[in-house]
């Protein structure tokens, strides 16, 4: 893991628009981050020190970001029924407030989250690159989602067109396959993570949200036994995959005002319901295709 900081000011950083905003984007070491984005990203880098137990969640934006929160949270805070103090928090907490993301968190001048506060441990959550992850992640524990390209495109431009002015889909697929979209490349944001849990697959897991759609109890599991909380009672796995599902979440009211944008459909191959095959087939030849290269397969396909 790199500790390099940049030696270029941001002012120097090459720009890109996203969406209809110009400048939106900088390019920091092959990746383009939100320009917002660009202090924040660099004093976690910089200034961050782990510490035994801390989690780091991580995922490129709208793959199951939402969900991932939920159950990591659950499995690290499990409700206990005979504890009035020790209740559901997802009940009355959207999951991101429960699970901060680090340059979020850093940029808004709102928060009352000290990232920095290394008295316990911490579950966290970034959209970074590994590559610009601090040095000192290098011994924590990191859940890292990923999701089939053409479903994280369509999410991407439901969430983006919900949240700013809409653009026609064939725009969001340009900035998709060029890799100017926040956090981007795909193909290489996936794949430095995909590498790394090859290499150390103690310290990072990696999990495909399609696998948790198809088999979430062996998902949940799998997760928990990596995050050193197995799931041993009977019933448990069930009784978490309730506590984290869409509908419920969704339905909460906590949810229902200003957070309605990371709830939508959660479905897998939703983005045949929208893209021509010529589309499809250009992001597989943009970005599939390097990451079966890696042996990295998605079943988003048509």
């Known amino acids: 893991m790199s500790s390099k900081s940049s030696n270029e000011s941001n002012s120097d950083l090459p720009k890109s628009p996203f969406w209809e905003e110009p400048d939106a984007l900088a390019l920091r070491e092959g990746f383009w981050l939100p320009t917002c984005l660009l202090d924040s990203a660099a004093s976690f880098r910089q200034n961050f020190q782990a510490r035994e137990g801390d989690v780091v969640l991580a995922s490129p934006i709208k793959t199951g970001t939402t969900w991932l929160m939920a159950i990591a949270h659950s ?18 907490n959207n999951p991101h407030s429960l699970v901060p993301t680090v340059e979020f968190e850093l940029w808004s001048p709102t928060t009352t989250v000290n990232i920095f506060d290394p008295t316990s441990p911490r579950l966290l959550h970034t959209h970074l ?9 290098s011994a924590s524990k990191i859940v890292y989602i990923a999701r089939g390209p053409e479903d994280t495109l369509i999410s991407m431009w439901h969430y983006f067109n919900a949240v700013a002015a809409p653009v026609p889909l064939e725009k969001a697929v340009e900035c998709f396959c060029s890799g100017a979209h926040p956090f981007g490349p795909f193909d290489r944001h996936v794949a ?15 999990v495909k949200y399609e696998d948790m759609k198809r088999e979430p109890g ?5 997760i928990a036994e990596f995050l050193g909380r197995p799931v041993a009672a009977e019933g448990e796995v069930e009784e978490i995959l309730w506590r984290c599902s869409l509908e419920r979440l969704k339905n909460l009211e906590v949810n229902a005002a200003g957070h309605a944008a990371y709830f939508r459909k959660g479905e897998v191959r939703d983005g045949k319901n929208y893209l021509t095959p010529e589309m499809g087939d250009r992001i597989h030849r943009s970005v599939g295709v390097k990451l079966e290269a890696l042996g990295l397969f998605f079943s988003d396909r048509r």
């Not at 499995?75 to 928090?89: E, I, Q, R, T, Y």
């Not at 430095?192 to 990696?206: A, C, D, H, M, N």
């Not at 062996?218 to 799998?222: F, I, K, L, M, N």
């Open 75 to 92: 499995l690290l805070h499990k409700p206990k029924s005979n504890d009035a103090n020790n209740a559901d928090a997802l009940a009355s």
């Open 129 to 137: 690159p590994f590559s610009l992850l601090p040095a000192s992640l």
């Open 192 to 206: 430095e993570y995909w590498l790394e849990t090859r290499r150390r697959p103690e310290k990072v897991l990696f």
């Open 218 to 222: 062996r998902e949940v599991s799998r």
